[in-house]
T-cell receptor, first 112, second 113 residues
Framework: QKEVEQDPGPLSVPEGAIVSLNCTYSNSAFQYFMWYRQYSRKGPELLMYTYSSGNKEDGRFTAQVDKSSKYISLFIRDSQPSDSATYLCAMSGDTGGFKTIFGAGTRLFVKA | EAQVTQNPRYLITVTGKKLTVTCSQNMNHEYMSWYRQDPGLGLRQIYYSMNVEVTDKGDVPEGYKVSRKEKRNFPLILESPSPNQTSLYFC????????????FGQGTRLTVV
């Protein structure tokens, strides 16, 4: 079993839809949870990070962490074609060191 | 402009021929790391460095070496590349010790034949 599981998609939605992206994990020692966006042929760019449980909002993006369920989510409101990309969750803060573990990424297509 | 620069962007090499991929950051970040990205597997951490002369293994370190002699540079060395090291490689740097706000380079696509 992978430490971090993420549905690869692809996920296709119409413009304006609310998008929900999710990851589950197995290591309860993770404390830092990140979401990255990666456009084709580019390096990942950080969208948001959250420490421990709770919600964090930044414009159209909301990140949620539920440590009791080992489940994190990224919501995108009013999705735009420019949001079409691969979204990667990542986690760190494992007691074994400063490793960062990424999910495999979910490909999102927002249709105009 | 704040950036992480990798070179080369594309490289085709033969099995066993030593190569180095360079990585440089201009943000005075302490934390740097290398990842490889493969279809269906996502990003996997190869090595990371928490500061000059401090490096540690990530999840897939076999076949790779790194060094951190200066804060800004973190080269990735493949002493004897093999075809299973064909991949897309990313270097990243972060000011945060937990790598929570990482800046990534543009990537190096390596093919080993």
């Amino acid at each position: 079993q992978k430490e971090v599981e993420q549905d690869p998609g692809p996920l296709s939605v119409p413009e304006g839809a609310i998008v929900s992206l999710n990851c589950t994990y197995s290591n309860s020692a993770f404390q830092y949870f990140m979401w990255y966006r990666q456009y084709s042929r580019k390096g990942p760019e950080l969208l948001m990070y959250t420490y421990s449980s709770g919600n964090k909002e930044d414009g159209r993006f909301t990140a949620q962490v539920d440590k009791s369920s080992k489940y994190i989510s990224l919501f995108i409101r009013d999705s735009q074609p420019s949001d079409s990309a691969t979204y990667l969750c990542a986690m760190s803060g494992d007691t074994g060191g400063f490793k960062t573990i990424f999910g495999a990424g979910t490909r999102l297509f927002v249709k105009a | 402009e704040a950036q992480v620069t990798q070179n080369p962007r594309y490289l085709i090499t033969v099995t066993g021929k030593k190569l180095t991929v360079t990585c440089s950051q201009n943000m005075n970040h302490e934390y740097m790391s290398w990842y490889r990205q493969d279809p269906g597997l996502g990003l996997r951490q190869i090595y990371y460095s928490m500061n000059v002369e401090v490096t540690d293994k990530g999840d897939v370190p076999e076949g790779y070496k790194v060094s951190r002699k200066e804060k800004r540079n973190f080269p990735l060395i493949l002493e004897s590349p093999s075809p299973n090291q064909t991949s897309l490689y990313f270097c990243a740097s972060s000011q945060q010790s937990m790598n929570t706000e990482a800046f990534f380079g543009q990537g190096t696509r390596l093919t080993v034949v």
